[in-house]
């Protein structure tokens, strides 16, 4: 299946428009005369849009074509797909014209432009105009998507393989199965050209049934407990009678793909295999390997791709079968399709180069991290040339260089190699890929850079005040760190906007209220990721100096005791001042008649108060 997934990645580099022949009109280009359509354009489906057709399927999506021209009833027209130039290939013919220009097709299937991109026009029946700049419709990318299934024998109808593709408008991804090829061609267009013009990655993130480096011929990619572990691929294509084997490990799969954006998922499940009678004797044969039997994992596999096809996110998951718990070895093949070119890697830390047969990288490895490349070293980035990136989530072992056979020269490729994955008894674990794409070094880096951003999250910290103590200001200054790999693109504290420092710490003032006080930093990354650090601190006020006593002029009573009243200025933090004597007839000599002062008039502690006393009745003269 290797070979024929190859053979259909370079089928592709000549277009689904090499077979327009099978159908499309073939006549030559010939004059508009007055009374042909000049223009048209169709307006439903709106474009660019995306469909997926599936080849196994009994029925698929239908689209009506409809739209306006200069023609009239007298006039028909084909529905047209060109694929690049004048090539193209019909979905719709003779679909009648109406008096006043507008036309509507039948539903029609996109089976005769699957697995390829184009522009639909409306072209008068039979005419090939030259000028194909008057007639307007959609972009559409035309996605394929099939299955196969063994015929005949005691697994007869078993899925073993699946092929499908996803186009979007910068790029075209091509998929097989884990143990086929993985990533079978990602290649770079040319934005709203259905033109491939380079290919980057090429059987890669592919498990399949012999690690030509390690193992030799026979042995798999995936070791389960230190024994040989194959997917379903790998195990009908193990030796002539592997197919009718008992216990073969039929898979399952999934295509799905946005039919706005382009965006698609593939997904695969499997369970692998092994061969009971023959642990340590390889390649397997039908001597050794008269059944199979489950190794105790299975694989999901997902394939995510976006950014306009030019980046596809793997994701393995590995999950126990028997409840038990199980060690893997992983050896996970990559490369590039220019085989006879001189491709370049750069590892993390190290400078980008050419590698030979045998090399290997032993890191150390961290993750997430990235390796980068081109497919020619000597050679700017292009659409012909493209840069390519692998971003990781669990740093492998080591990667191992080994030469293809796919031409005369020999292609470098290299096997990413897990040297211990544990699978727990429940649950499962999960590896991660990023595959990038781009047609200059710096817009490849990016994607790389962002993939690291989305698999590590940024960390903040609050470390003043501590959390949970008091304070005696109403405003308390509010100190940590915010850190990301990538970089920070927000801090907020406490609903305040904060721009840390060049290495991470922040400080901002917080105002308080009386009694506890939440605090909380939250800080967000470019790929979205978000940490919250939270902590509290008590404001409690310190009480304030006493009031200022003072001399409140006080109430007294008339023809009160002197030393009654002196007590009770006493009482009210004034002196005793000058006696002054005044005559009163109602009055008792000596008694108190009143204070200088009214009653409440306030004074600093200590005043001295005059007290008026009465001197008696006045004397009549004689």
């Known amino acids: 299946m290797e070979e024929t997934a190859r053979a259909r990645v370079a089928g592709a580099a000549l277009g689904f428009g090499a077979l327009a022949g099978c159908f499309a009109l073939s006549a030559p280009a010939l004059a508009i005369s007055p009374t042909d359509i000049t223009h048209s354009e169709i307006t439903s489906p709106a474009g660019p849009f995306y469909s997926v057709y599936d080849s196994a399927a009994a029925s698929n999506p239908e689209f009506t074509f409809s739209g306006t021209s200069d023609g009239d009833s007298t006039d028909t027209v084909d529905i047209r797909c060109y694929t690049g130039g004048t090539g193209y290939n019909t979905v719709a013919y003779n679909v009648p014209v109406a008096d006043d220009g507008t036309f509507a097709s039948d539903p029609v299937d996109l089976g005769s432009v699957y697995d390829d991109a184009c522009h639909f026009r409306a072209i008068q029946s039979g005419v090939d105009p030259v000028d194909l700049g008057s007639f307007t419709g959609p972009w559409a990318g035309v996605s394929e998507s099939d299955t196969y299934r063994l015929s005949g024998g005691p697994n007869d109808g078993a899925q073993y393989d699946f092929f499908s593709d996803l186009w979007q408008r910068s790029g075209h991804v091509e998929y097989d199965s884990v143990s086929d090829c993985g990533i079978s061609a990602m290649d770079v267009m040319t934005p709203l050209s259905r033109q491939s013009s380079g290919s980057a990655w090429q059987c890669s993130a592919r498990l399949g049934s012999s690690d030509p480096v390690a193992n030799g011929a026979g042995r798999s990619m995936v070791e389960v407990d230190g024994q040989q572990a194959y997917g379903s691929y790998a195990a009908q294509g193990l030796f002539g009678g592997s197919a009718d084997n008992s216990g073969f490990p039929a898979l399952t799969s999934s295509v799905s793909q946005d039919a706005t954006s382009g965006d698609g998922t593939i997904s695969e499940e499997q369970s692998f295999v092994r061969c009971p009678d023959a642990p340590g004797n390889y390649p397997a044969n039908s001597g050794n390997c008269a059944s199979f039997e489950p190794s105790g994992v299975k694989l999901s596999r997902t394939f995510a791709q976006s950014d306009n096809g030019r980046t596809v996110l793997v994701t393995d998951s590995w999950s126990s079968t028997d409840g038990s718990e199980h060690q893997l070895k992983l050896h996970y093949e990559?490369?590039?399709?220019?085989?006879?070119?001189?491709?370049?890697?750069?590892?993390?830390?190290?400078?980008?180069?050419?590698?030979?047969?045998?090399?290997?990288?032993?890191?150390?490895?961290?993750?997430?991290?990235?390796?980068?490349?081109?497919?020619?070293?000597?050679?700017?980035?292009?659409?012909?040339?493209?840069?390519?990136?692998?971003?990781?989530?669990t740093a492998p072992s080591h990667a191992r260089y080994f030469g293809s056979s796919c031409c005369p020269s020999g292609a470098m490729r290299f096997m990413l190699d897990y040297d211990s994955?544990?699978?727990?008894?429940?649950?499962?674990?999960?590896?991660?890929?990023?595959?990038?794409?781009?047609?200059?070094?710096?817009?490849?880096?990016?994607?790389?850079?962002?993939?690291?951003?989305?698999?590590?999250?940024?960390?903040?910290?609050?470390?003043?005040?501590?959390?949970?103590?008091?304070?005696?200001?109403?405003?308390?200054?509010?100190?940590?760190?915010?850190?990301?790999?990538?970089?920070?693109a927000s801090l907020v504290v406490n609903g305040t906007p904060v721009t840390p420092a060049?290495?991470?710490?922040?400080?901002?003032?917080?105002?308080?209220?009386?009694?506890?006080?939440?605090?909380?930093?939250?800080?967000?990354d470019a790929a979205g990721n978000s940490a919250t650090a939270t902590g509290s601190v008590t404001y409690t006020p310190l009480p304030g100096p006493p009031p200022a006593v003072r001399c409140v002029v006080p109430s007294v009573k008339r023809g009160s005791k002197v030393s009654t009243v002196k007590k009770l200025?006493?009482?009210?933090?004034?002196?005793?001042?000058?006696?002054?004597?005044?005559?009163?007839?109602?009055?008792?000599?000596?008694?108190?008649?009143?204070?200088?002062?009214?009653?409440?008039?306030?004074?600093?502690?200590?005043?001295k108060l005059q007290i008026i006393v009465s001197s008696g009745k006045k004397k009549h003269q004689k």
């Open 334 to 393: 990559n490369g590039e399709d220019n085989c006879c070119g001189g491709p370049q890697w750069a590892w993390p830390g190290q400078e980008p180069s050419g590698f030979q047969t045998g090399d290997v990288v032993d890191g150390p490895f961290t993750a997430p991290d990235s390796m980068t490349g081109r497919v020619e070293g000597t050679v700017t980035p292009s659409v012909t040339y493209p840069a390519f990136a692998l971003t990781w989530d």
């Open 421 to 488: 994955v544990t699978v727990p008894a429940s649950g499962s674990k999960s590896l991660r890929f990023v595959y990038s794409t781009d047609t200059t070094q710096s817009g490849v880096d990016a994607k790389a850079t962002h993939a690291r951003d989305a698999w590590a999250p940024p960390t903040v910290t609050i470390t003043s005040p501590a959390n949970g103590s008091t304070v005696h200001d109403a405003t308390v200054n509010v100190q940590g760190k915010a850190l990301d790999n990538v970089g920070i």
């Open 502 to 524: 060049a290495d991470g710490t922040y400080s901002v003032p917080v105002s308080l209220t009386t009694g506890t006080n939440a605090l909380t930093a939250t800080v967000k």
């Open 569 to 607: 200025l006493t009482k009210a933090n004034c002196k005793t001042g000058r006696l002054v004597k005044k005559r009163s007839a109602k009055i008792k000599k000596g008694r108190v008649i009143s204070l200088v002062n009214s009653a409440g008039i306030t004074f600093p502690k200590g005043q």
